[in-house]
């Protein structure tokens, strides 16, 4: 990762506006839980990084990303933030206006700076194959599909309840999420065990009314719409990846939804061998005798000339260079292998017989049978 000297964060954190929304920063609503808030710095943070993006501000926005992630991200922070805007945070600061270092808070997001204790659980992934066509592949293309997940219900965000109000102290294990059971083993002989509180499932809140619209489900059914971009010469079982868009859970952090990219078997068409391309062109004995021209179209829709003068024999490969796949990440192509496949006649006409005789046997059996007649 490129190292930023101090002196260009601390520059670019003091161009920072001071009445910047930090919500719109970070793209997301005022009410956005912890979770949306990670999800939208993950996204955020990836498509600025200097790293990968060059284009003229991403610097800056990188680091106003970082900053508005790393107020919204600290509970107490954001409530000061809610009340009292970023001069009342600044002021709670002591005026310091101290911040951390950007780069550092994209390491310790990405890379596990974290201490074991605050790690987010990750849910599961789901992993589709995805058929495309060859075409496809070929030429590159962006393919809209849908896919069904599990979100969090936008009425209550996750927590069940109808409203905050509804969120209780669980009174059995008085927010502990367990409770201590004790057992007689012997008389006069007692056994402590900690057990998960039953009545609030360990959580330590229960609710006294459930939201209306998720019926205290947390999670609803949605249908999730995406763009999948097939890049040009993408190899089979390429997979590409859509972060953190798998079920949602107020449990856990979303995993991603992963798509492995193959061509679909087409019957009669092209075939794929890495970066070769194969075809099988259909000939008659004549053309495979006397030679042929013709034309074939490739994935694109531009035309190939495929031309022998000279005798074809059956299973003739023609290797023609630089018309198979785009070599994957770069401008150059691979080859097309052409096999000629000669297909013999169901049965002959009487003058195709004496063509064909006369251009093999130069008329000798027809000269044959009138020197046994003259006899």
Known sequence: M??????????SLSLLVCAADFYKVLQVSRSATDQEIRKAYKRLSKKYHPDKNQSPGAEEKFV???HAYEVLSDSNKRQIYDRHGEEGLKAHEGGQ?????????????F???RPAEEQVRRGPSSLTEFEVTLADMYKGNNIDFMIKKKILCDHCRGSGAASNHDIHTCPTCNGAGVRIVKQ???????????????????????????CPHCHGAKILDH????????EKGCPEGHEVAFEGEADESPDWEPGDVVLRVRSRKDQGGFKRKETSL?????????EALLGFEHKLTHLDGHNITLSRKDVTQPGFVDVIRGEGMPIFGSVSYGDLYVEYKVVLPVELSHKMRQRLDSAFNGGYSEGRKDSRDEL
């Not at 206006?97 to 997001?109: E, M, V």
């Open 278 to 286: 194969y075809w099988t062109e259909t000939i008659g004995i004549d």
């Open 111 to 113: 890379g596990g700076g």
């Open 184 to 210: 007689q083993i012997f008389p006069g002989m007692f056994a402590q065990t900690q057990v998960g509180c039953n009545d609030c499932g360990g959580r330590g809140k229960v609710i006294k009314k459930v």
């Open 2 to 11: 490129t190292v930023f000297p101090l002196a260009f964060v601390v520059l």
């Open 223 to 230: 249908t999730a719409h995406f763009t999948l971009e097939v």
């Open 97 to 109: 206006g101290h911040h951390a270092n950007p780069f550092d808070i994209f390491s310790s997001f």
């Open 64 to 66: 106003e990303v970082a």
